[in-house]
């Protein structure tokens, strides 16, 4: 191999960062950044210094770094929802192959540019949609290709959140609220939107969707609850109460998303200045704690997907109907059921040590090959890919607002490109 591919980091947070920017390290001969972004001080530093990055290449902002002249080969851009836009346009403009988190933008008009915007500058944009690169859902669409259960008929979609999950992130979090982030069906459920449209691989033409903040809102505090966890006379009491998810190692690190030393005085702190430590029943948040959706698709085939926070697990679970058989997945085992013979078959994924199923490290080793032997050619998650499933997304939505009224994919496409 040549030396190595390389790389401007924009938003050095918990999915830049820790997600996708650690293949440089583990494999130094195919990827290397030279370059950071970041509003925050100490992230920037941090990121810096783990990827031994030159203090004249450490920018601020994502302005000051796409003011320089193109400085590398791919722009991996992890901002926040509402921020993916401008400095997606201005890296293709620079010519720099783009790698973006999901979703691409709570604005369809946006998602629509960026397509058009690599299409104009020949560079690849692929979204982050890193379930299609994880060995358990790369199996299932291998078996759905390969006729193992025939014709797709219908397929059941679980996204169980997680209470804790659904508290920290969606109450408390960045994605608390679609004024600021994005819906929930964008923010959380883009991913299953895209697996749905790759299984699938047709278009869907009519959907309908039911979903609303059932929770989380003042109206269910407890009695004699306050503002904040550590002042609250009854947080023993409470399921979500914030001392509990970041003081436990049951719940893992994640108080690393408001304090980057983990001692106790340290998430003290954090608790008691941000919106972290704040009551789930008094926060600002807005979007969804449940959400179904029902999808049509060209064949008349269907699919039903459901996202729901109150669930003990974090996982996914699909069942997926055929005319030759059956095929459900949760975890790492996949189980086949064959109609003609009535055999039944398991399969068991290797477990995987890169996040989401190993989708983190496989869409950035995916992206890299097709950066390397690029030629016009689009990558498996696509902007172009990627704006289909966006629409089903933005559909739903639109739906769940006007009382699950059904929209037809198909006229609500032509009704956004004349907004």
């Known amino acids: 191999m040549s030396s190595p591919l390389t790389a401007v980091l924009i938003g050095a947070g918990a999915r830049g960062f820790e997600s996708y920017a650690p293949y440089a390290l583990h494999y130094p001969h195919e990827l290397k950044f030279v370059a950071v972004a970041e509003a925050d001080p100490v992230r ?10 030159a203090e004249g290449r450490c920018y601020a902002s994502w302005e000051q770094l796409l003011a320089e002249e193109q400085m590398a080969d791919i722009a991996v851009i992890c901002t926040q929802d509402r921020m993916h836009y401008e400095p997606t346009i201005q890296a293709l403009n620079k010519k720099y192959h783009v790698l973006l988190e999901k979703p691409m933008s709570p604005s369809p008009r946006e998602c629509l540019e960026m397509e058009l915007a690599a299409k ?7 979204i982050c949609h890193v379930m299609r690169y994880t060995p358990l859902w790369s199996r299932i669409k291998a078996l759905i290709t390969e006729k193992r259960i025939g014709d797709v008929v219908s397929i059941q979609l679980n996204e169980n959140v997680g209470y804790w ?6 109450v408390r979090g960045n994605w608390n609220n679609s004024d600021k ?3 929930m069906i964008l923010a959380k459920s883009c991913h299953d939107m895209d697996v749905l449209s790759w299984l699938m691989d047709e278009p869907c033409t009519r959907i309908s969707s039911f979903g609303s903040l059932m929770h989380f809102h003042e109206c269910n505090a407890p009695e004699g609850s306050t503002a904040r966890c550590l002042d609250c006379p009854v947080e023993t009491t409470c399921v979500y109460s914030a001392p509990k998810f970041y003081f436990s190692q049951e719940f893992g690190d994640w108080a690393r998303h408001f304090t980057p030393d983990l001692t ?3 998430i003290i702190q954090g608790l008691r200045e941000t919106d972290y430590g704040r009551c789930v029943y008094r926060s600002d948040n807005n979007v969804v704690d449940h959400q179904v959706v029902n999808m049509e698709f060209a064949s008349g085939a269907t699919a039903m997907f459901s996202m729901c926070g ?3 697990e974090q996982e996914r679970r699909i069942q997926i109907m055929g005319t030759h058989g059956e095929l459900r997945a949760e975890e790492d085992k996949i189980t086949l059921y064959d109609f003609l013979t009535h055999q039944k078959t398991e399969i068991t994924i290797p477990v995987q040590t890169s996040g989401h199923g190993g989708g983190d490290s496989g869409i950035v080793r995916s992206f890299l090959q097709e950066v390397r032997g690029y030629n016009g050619q689009e990558g498996l998650t696509s902007a172009s890919a990627s704006v289909r499933s966006h629409l089903m997304a933005f559909a739903a939505e639109e739906s769940r607002l006007n009382g ?5 994919l198909n006229t609500y496409a032509k009704q956004l490109l004349t907004i």
């Open 44 to 53: 920037l530093a941090k990121a810096a210094e783990t990827h031994g990055i």
């Open 181 to 183: 982030s994005s819906p």
């Open 120 to 126: 104009k500058n020949d560079r690849l944009l692929t």
């Open 404 to 408: 699950g009224k059904p929209i037809e």
């Open 310 to 312: 109150f669930t003990f």
């Open 264 to 266: 106790r005085e340290n």
């Open 165 to 170: 999950h659904i508290a920290h992130s969606f």
